[in-house]
């Protein structure tokens, strides 16, 4: 894939050197037009997910960043799990969350089906999910999965990345049994015998294949990015608050670049995985290095997806995901992270 447009971090130390900035200048400034408070928000309580599949919002939670940032507004951090993008989805229709981590498709869907949601950062250009077989299973090749049975979480990438591998070998999908189920509930299945195959998710793909399972299929132009989302009310009434995330987050970007082992060791003890699983996952297929402000490259892979939601039954209509294509990015809060000399654009 091309880089996305934006302003692009092009080294660990340029990463470095804007967090750095984003710290000392995280929280001022404010419009002051919602509250008094330094972060010009409203609430009392920011809500916010985090899941193993994100490694940077371990790092951020981890580290307390935001509950440093927040502690002189008086603003309690409520980290609330997310066990995939459809649970983080459906925290943010609920409002039971203010800021969730997503894949790109299952964000684009979200909004297709009415959730008042934003994309305001762009985590990573992730291979998180692969087609996975049992060891000794005669499972080699996508073409196999016709008349099979797989084990997927509708609603997430790895939905998706199936959906399309089977489009793209020719496989009927109304020929293949897929069973809903969620994706530490799919590795199990695949373990038992109950499923032939399973559309996995990293990191519990890394533990499966270290068990030896077989990614039998792989292809990163299939995944959809790793998406930061918001709700609109929270961007409409803490502006600067929302800032202060995406400005957090691309603070622990910089962090991840630089102390690659530490962030593997963060995510092992999270996902309770062996060290060396976390590090594959981290040095291989995250893919933290690219610009977060949400643009072109998304827009393209989100465009070529769109139309499996209505083949699926998941959108009625190609005009409804259109309008959503257009409403999903908010850009500003990333832009100014990037360049945090911007950052008074994103005043309200």
Known sequence: MTQSTGTLFTSIAALAAAALTLTACAGEGGSGENTGDENGSSADTLSIDYATYNPLSLIIKEQGWLEEELEADGVDVEWVFSAGSNKANENL???AIDVGSTAGSAALLSRSTGTPIKTIDVVGNVEWTALVAAEDSDITEVADLEGASVA???????????VQALDEAGVDLNSVEVQNLQHADGRTAL??????AWAGLDPIMASAEADGANLFYRNVDLNTYSF???TEDFLEESPELAQLVVDTYERARAWALENPDETA????????IDLELAQTVIGERSGFDISPVPGNDQMAVLERIAPIFVSTGD?????T???ALEELFEPRFAEAA?????ADDTEE
Not at 265 to 272: T, V
Not at 315 to 319: K, S, T
Not at 338 to 342: G, N, Y
């Open 93 to 95: 229709r609920a409002n």
């Open 228 to 230: 930061l989302n918001a």
């Open 191 to 196: 373990q038992n015998g109950s499923v032939d």
């Open 338 to 342: 990037a360049d945090p000399t911007d």
């Open 152 to 162: 997927a979480t509708r609603g997430t990438d790895p939905y998706f990345f199936l």
């Open 265 to 272: 060791e963060i995510l092992a003890e999270e996902a309770d």
């Open 321 to 323: 995901i259109d309008t």
């Open 315 to 319: 959108v009625d209509d190609q005009a």
